[in-house]
């Protein structure tokens, strides 16, 4: 049972909404966030350019927040190697702006909150600290608790469920527009429902208070607690005090969604050296211990460092774009780095070792030569793409088999016809791990659980990112049923309920992307076998643009293409393409043809409608397409694996290699999830 709360009564929250959301809130949490430092969040903008007209921002940002039109940026994620040992420490930063109001709100709460928590909690609190929490350690071993429960929580931050901890918050803070703010932080910051994001100037305050229940069950009754936010230590005086304490501890954990790591875990008695927020406590001697200093390694000493290496970073970022926009303006993507030429008169042949794309001139005279627009040399190529109007020769065909490039020839509507594939890499191990898992049951569900998931989790961002301007009610109902969705996917026990609830969140889905189009466009229900409307066929032809994306890239990365976890495997079927598709539908297909079709790009009268009612896309249609298609995928965005910016085409090829490495059992994958 949660004990009672000591406050005499819960905190206003309509009066911490009014404090945190003022101007003068929010211009002290932005002091706050400049004596901070660090780096910037997912949208890119640095403190720097923030802080020019910083007085407007701040009162623009007040707007926002009183009105309801706030909406967090997306986070930006970084993982950084932990001090001393090979694992990592992954950082979620979020914007400046959103750094500011949760700053705001942080210094609001903390002082609410702090009569709360307890005697023997050092961290994040006024006049509190590292060396405090070693002096009460001190103090209780010289009064007799000798034995001690060193004790670690595995993975605290990434783990915490974000139901529990708005629960207890709930307890202490009413029901206000103070207590909904929190909580869009906590959802926004969380994977599927875990997680506080480390880089959250709130995410700190939050753990405090979601473990003050372990400190009043492991205080009194033989045993004392010292804690230092995630990090503690239980002490009592005698082994089987101790030994109980260890039991009940783990049983505490497991109540509250969290897991004790047994193996970072142990007891010691007063002879033994106990090693505690840097210090070595050697029977009454308190020795520095340089060795176990991550536990105060603060994440703003973090984001200050990856500040630093952000502008070493966008240097030379700067210095590849100027290398690279020659080669871009021609047509040639640096990401997969796609050679795709479909201009009538242009001709691909070869000149030394490098492939030459040659130009007749428009009123070109007798004899006059074609001149030469690119020359490339085949180890900055990675597929050839040919439409029906361009010319090859065969000796240019037979040098990009020999250089591994496979060679895509399209029809007049974008549509492959059909490859020229090179022989296969000897990835032969790397096939029957992909046949291993999709053999083995238990594996292959866990996969295309994860493709679902990661499916409705990109469809439900894309909504909520769209209706941060429309405001839409029943956009954002369908955003919260999506929710849902993924929570029945988390239980379901086969692949086909898999695929059910699959088509259930998509029949959600597509009713809100009709609602969003503008322009007398309708999408008609979602169908690829018979285009009864000129959305599906822009759907369709942009998923066929991804299609040939992905099969390449799935090829060049060893993969099989015809083993599928989510879709069936079977002959004549690119299953590992469709699972793969799955987490770019929604943000590079789907977005691309609502943008396009609301913003005027696509216009109704380049379709024609055919006799049986088939709706086609006309030739200006299809160009507009494929070249806002190749300029999206030319486009840098924000990849969640690394916290990079990297293009779409560039992170394929990272998701396809982390799908391996997860086939393989080197390392644990989740499909790229979109921020919104």
Known sequence: MPKPNRLTQRIDGAALFSEATSVAGLGAGWARTWANGGAAGGDGQTLSSFSVAVGERLAVLSGDLRSGRYRPQPLREVRIPKPGKRDTRLLRIPAVRDRVAQSAMAQALSPRLDPEMEETSFAYRPGRGVAQAL?????????????????????????????????????????????????????????????????????????????????????????????????????????????????????????????????????????????????????????????????????????????????????????????????????????LRVLALATHGRRLTLRNQSFSILEAPEEALPGEPAREILALHPTRVDRIELGPHVAVEGDTLRHALASGIPVAFTNGHGETLGHLAPVLQPRAGRHLAQARCILDPERRLDLARRLVRGRIANQRAFLRRINARRQLPAIATAAYALTRAIRRVRIATTVEELMGHEGLAAALYWRAFDRLLLNDFRLVGRSRRKRGDPINGALDMAASLLQRDLSAVIVSRGLHPGFGALHATGDARDACVYDLMEAFRAGLAES????????????????????????????????????????????????????????WRRIMIAEAERYARHVEGVAEWEPMRLNY
């Open 135 to 335: 002096e009460a350690v001190r103090r209780f071993r010289e009064q007799g608790y000798v034995w001690t429960v060193d004790a670690d929580i595995e993975a605290f931050f990434d783990r915490i469920p974000i139901d529990a901890a708005f629960e207890r918050l709930h307890r202490s803070v009413t029901e206000s527009p103070a207590s909904e703010l929190i909580g869009l932080w906590l959802e926004h910051g969380a994977r599927n429902g875990r997680g506080l994001a480390q880089g959250s100037p709130l995410s700190p305050l939050i753990a405090n208070l979601y473990l003050d229940d372990l400190d009043e069950a492991f205080s009194g009754k033989g045993l004392r607690i010292v804690r230092y936010a995630d990090d503690f230590v239980v002490l009592a005086r005698d082994r089987p005090a101790a030994e109980d304490a260890l039991d009940r501890l783990a049983v505490f954990l497991d109540r509250h969604g969290l897991a004790l790591n047994r193996d970072k875990t142990t007891l010691r008695d007063y002879s033994s050296t106990l090693r505690f927020l840097g210090q070595a406590f050697v029977r009454s001697w308190m020795l520095k211990d340089d060795a176990d200093d991550e536990a105060t390694t603060s994440a703003a000493a973090l984001m200050r460092h990856l500040a630093k290496t952000d502008a070493q970073e966008a240097e030379a970022e700067r210095q590849q774009a100027e290398d690279e926009g020659r080669i871009a303006r021609a047509g040639h993507d640096p990401g």
């Open 592 to 647: 691309l043809v609502l943008t396009l079709a609301n913003t005027g790009v696509l216009k109704s009268s380049m379709f024609s409608t055919l006799d049986d009612g088939t709706v086609r896309m006309g030739t200006e249609a299809q160009r507009a397409l494929i070249r806002a298609y190749e300029k999206r995928c030319s486009a840098t965005v924000l990849y969640p694996a690394t916290g990079q910016r990297m293009t």
